[in-house]
């Protein structure tokens, strides 16, 4: 398949960047999005000029590097998969594929495809855990959940942090992210706990970091990789209001 | 305490989802209240007498203006946060999410307009009647008794332009609630999976609802006026 490339080259953060056209031939359907982009980078050290930078590193779905805003979809056109997990018989032959990097104000663009993604670690770091004493592993019996609660909590524990649903959302929020996090340890008895805390600290500190304010567009939900639904923000937006007329 | 309501995002989507609430109830009893000119010019001068210059009346239109202006209010502050959030470089490519309205990507458009039709429908209306009796007339500039509704809701829409200018009022009204009414379920927390079919199902049946009777009311009299059916 032959396919013309138009991606955001940027050379650092201060630089003003702009789009490039590259194109490239005789890609097999069955090469991966990053693959692809692997040989086109190849390409172009062979030719003596910088290969583009974008983040990866499992390409398997589950560590979240990989970003790319591809065709105006986060994680490209494919439903409820990363960019590392698409594969070029998506694509039309011929087509022109378009790559960014997330565009959101707290996702600073560092070069080309790769954002910092800090904003996201920082949010977790100021509650997202949980620290109570659990000890060694427990007899996996000793403790029922209810099989309802501890899906639930799975699924939102299947959050692998890309930042899709912020880099989607056209108010540039977080909600999504926050919301599964707080969701799945909200749902099991070590977590519940610190609901309250947990739920305050972080909702603080996304707004601290400066992201916006949910409209309940859907947008990340239709474009979250994991397919995380926006009922963990109705849980979120819950433990955070009972958390904050209780104080 | 209450700090939270102003510099909290979560905080400030309560706020708009209670204000949003309370306009919501009050629109439908207003539109409840509308149909009864429909049916008796009588009982709906009834009506306008009782929410008249008095002083419940006076409390509640000033709840009520209070309760619009908040909404206002925040719905620019957040649009603003939102925008800068988003950041000054926008995607070349864009495109439609799935299952996702146009009406929540344009509310604040949408309020906008409402809001413009709201003035327009406080000139016609409440500036010939309230305003009147708190300045002490007993008659508009129309020549009409100050709480003769009837006559008024006849007079503005006997003129088409007026007919169609509310028309189009409705339809942003209907755009804004269709995703305002569960929206504001979804802020308060009042949602989950089993429920969202059904509390979109509720915001269209409910905004359709609202936006049919006020219509309803709006046609109803420019037909009465072109005089073809004499006998009403
Ligand atoms: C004064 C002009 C108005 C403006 C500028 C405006 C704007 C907005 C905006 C920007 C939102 C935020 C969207 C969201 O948070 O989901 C919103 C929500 C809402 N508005 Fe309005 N609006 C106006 C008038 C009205 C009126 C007259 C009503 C009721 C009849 C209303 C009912 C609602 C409801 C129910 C919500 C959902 C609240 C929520 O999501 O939590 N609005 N409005
Ligand atoms: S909620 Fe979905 S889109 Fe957002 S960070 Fe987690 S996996 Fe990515
Ligand atoms: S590279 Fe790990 S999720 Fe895509």
Not at chain 1, 14 to 30: H, L, T
Not at chain 2, 35 to 58: D, K, R
Not at chain 2, 216 to 229: D, E, H, M, N
Request: aromatic share 10%.
């Amino acid at each position: 398949m032959n396919f013309t490339l138009k991606i955001w080259r940027q050379k650092d953060a201060k630089s003003a960047g702009k789009f490039v056209e590259y194109p490239i031939k005789n890609i097999s359907p069955d090469t991966s999005f990053l693959e692809m982009l692997d040989i086109l980078n190849n390409e172009l050290i062979q030719k003596g000029e910088e290969p583009v930078a974008f983040d990866h590193d499992c390409r398997e779905g589950i560590c979240g590097m990989c970003s790319l805003h591809i065709n105006g979809h986060a994680h490209g056109p494919s439903q409820a998969v990363t960019t590392c997990q698409m594969y070029m018989r998506k694509f039309k032959d011929g087509d022109t594929i378009t790559i960014e990097p997330w565009r959101s104000a707290a996702f600073p663009v560092i070069r080309d495809l790769v954002v910092n993604r800090g904003a996201y670690d920082q949010i977790l770091q100021a509650g997202g855990f949980v620290s109570v004493r659990t000890n060694s592993v427990p007899d996996g019996n000793a403790i029922p959940i209810p099989k309802a609660d501890a899906d639930e909590s799975m699924d939102a524990a299947a959050c692998i942090g890309c930042g899709a649903c912020a880099a989607t959302c056209k108010n540039g929020s977080a909600m999504l992210f926050v919301a599964a996090r707080v969701s799945s340890l909200a749902k099991l008895p070590q977590g519940r706990v610190e609901g309250a805390r947990r739920a305050k600290a972080m909702v603080a500190k996304m707004d601290e970091l400066g992201f916006g304010n949910c409209t309940n567009t859907g947008a990340c939900e239709a474009e979250c990789p994991k397919a995380i639904s926006i009922a963990h923000i109705a849980r979120l937006n819950r433990e955070f209001l009972s958390a904050k007329l209780k104080d | 305490m209450g700090t939270f309501l102003t510099n909290s995002s979560i905080g400030r989507k309560l706020v708009m989802s209670i204000t949003g609430a309370f306009l919501v109830l009050f629109i439908t009893f207003h539109m409840a209240m509308n149909l009864v000119a429909l049916i008796s010019t009588e009982g709906y001068n009834m009506i306008c007498e009782f929410l008249g210059a008095n002083w419940y009346a006076l409390v509640a239109t000033v709840i009520l203006a209070a309760g619009v202006v908040v909404h206002f209010v925040y719905a620019f502050i957040l649009t603003f946060q939102n925008r800068k959030a988003r950041g000054n470089v926008r995607y070349a490519v864009t495109s439609g999410h799935k299952g996702v309205d146009w009406a929540s990507q344009n509310m604040l458009v949408l309020g906008i307009i409402v809001i413009g039709g709201l003035a327009i429908h406080m000139i016609h209306f409440w500036s010939k009647m309230q305003l009147q009796e708190i300045m002490g007339n007993h008659e508009n500039a129309l020549g009409y008794a100050v709480t003769d509704g009837s006559a008024l809701i006849a007079y503005t829409f006997s003129n088409p332009i007026n007919v169609i200018v509310y028309l189009v009022w409705f339809a942003a009204l209907w755009f804004h609630l269709s995703h305002g009414i569960w929206s504001m379920f979804q802020s308060l927390g009042w949602a989950n999976q089993t429920w969202y079919p059904r509390l979109k199902c509720l915001a269209t049946a409910w905004t359709t609802l609202i936006v049919l009777g006020f219509a309803a009311v709006a046609i109803g009299f420019y037909i009465k006026s072109l005089g073809c059916c004499a006998g009403c």
